[in-house]
């Protein structure tokens, strides 16, 4: 039997949809700059940013591969 592709369900892995976003909003910055900001080396960004930002990049390298 040939193996079946898993699917990956990214609505599952999100548990709190808007809370990065949120937070980029209050900084006054991007999503995108707020999560090179968080990951940057000697952040004081919280443990569930720093996780959230890292998931955020993530997902936006899937959506590069996607729009190809």
Do not use: E, H
């Not at 079946?4 to 700059?33: D, Y």
């Amino acid at each position: 039997m040939a193996a079946k592709k898993k699917k990956l369900n990214i609505k599952k892995a999100i548990k709190r949809p808007g809370a990065l976003t949120k937070k980029a909003k209050k900084a006054g910055v991007s999503v995108k700059a707020y999560t090179k900001k968080a990951l940057k080396k000697g952040s004081k960004a919280s443990k569930l940013t720093k996780q959230q930002a890292r998931f955020a990049k993530t997902l936006s390298k899937l959506r590069k591969r996607k729009k190809k």
